[in-house]
């Protein structure tokens, strides 16, 4: 096994309760299609940016645009069984897994962050990874180039874009 594949394998995956992430946001639960979806582009930067494995457990019917098990970025997007909830499928994600010691679950939820350490994974409170996406969000912004209203004008008029359009 080359030395690269042996570093991959013991990267931690992030098995993160949906909802509970949702819930560190107010307002976001007014909106829950467009608060997954707000959540899934967060998860799906920092994935990329830090090269990271995320999977995500919504509580809840699955969204039209993103079916059980498919993907968004380098996130996989999972849902709670039918007449069950989240905490549940992510416990038995775990007990499924060989390589739990390697998981570390996102949660606010004292029951199943109890729950999963028996099984062997790690625990992050919802608030912490929340506040983990916002310092992502508040960089990535920083690093946004700004341009002026009028050098906008400017640049619309330079690329042939009628002021009336």
């Known amino acids: 096994m080359r030395e690269e594949s042996a570093f991959l394998f013991f990267l931690p995956m992030y098995l993160v309760d949906g ?28 994935a990329r940016r830090f090269h990271l494995t995320i999977a995500v457990v919504f509580d809840g019917a699955p969204d039209q645009g993103y079916p059980e098990a498919s993907h968004h970025g380098r996130v996989r997007i999972h849902y709670a069984r039918r007449g069950s909830d989240a905490d549940s499928r992510i416990v038995e994600m775990i007990e499924s897994d060989p390589n739990r010691r390697n998981i570390i679950v996102v949660t606010s ?46 640049w619309m008029r330079y690329f042939g874009v009628d002021e009336n359009d």
Not at 32 to 45: D, F, I, Q, V
């Open 19 to 46: 909802n509970n992430v949702i819930g560190q946001r107010p307002g976001w639960h007014r909106d829950k299609p467009g608060s997954r979806r707000r959540l899934l582009r967060e998860m799906a930067e920092l």
């Open 109 to 154: 939820d004292a029951a199943l962050a109890g729950r999963v350490r028996v099984c062997g994974a790690r625990v992050m409170r919802s608030g912490e990874f929340r506040r983990r996406l916002d310092s992502l969000s508040a960089h990535t912004a920083e690093a946004q180039p700004r341009v002026a209203p009028d050098e906008a004008d400017e």
